[in-house]
């Protein structure tokens, strides 16, 4: 996941390789984190529908990651790769999701 993050474009192997981990293992916070990861990696080579394909995958999973913060940065995430893509509308719903589900999280996310 460390290598796929920060090696940007170079990155996409090992991002695939912690995707196929995640869903091999049915851990959803590794699956979760490695499809942000490739949603980056995607985007800074502007295929911006591909990185919203990743992000969505992410938004199936996030319902299964038991921690709120972690859950709501796939929305938070994937808001952004829906804005990239064009997808104003699914944008304007993620962002009213997040909204709603970061109440009271904790103080950092009551100020976004």
Partial sequence: MAAAAAASQD???DADEAIEIGRE???PRLLGYALEAK???VTLSL???AAWAYAREALEIAPRISEPEERTHLHW???FAAL???HLADAGRL???Y???IVGLTPHHDVH
């Fill in 77 to 79: 995430h994937a808001g």
């Fill in 39 to 41: 949603t980056g990696i």
């Fill in 47 to 49: 295929d911006f529908e």
């Fill in 99 to 101: 909204a709603r589900q």
């Fill in 84 to 86: 990239r893509a064009g």
């Fill in 11 to 13: 990155g996409a192997a």
């Fill in 25 to 27: 293992l049915g851990d």
């Fill in 95 to 97: 962002s009213e999701a």
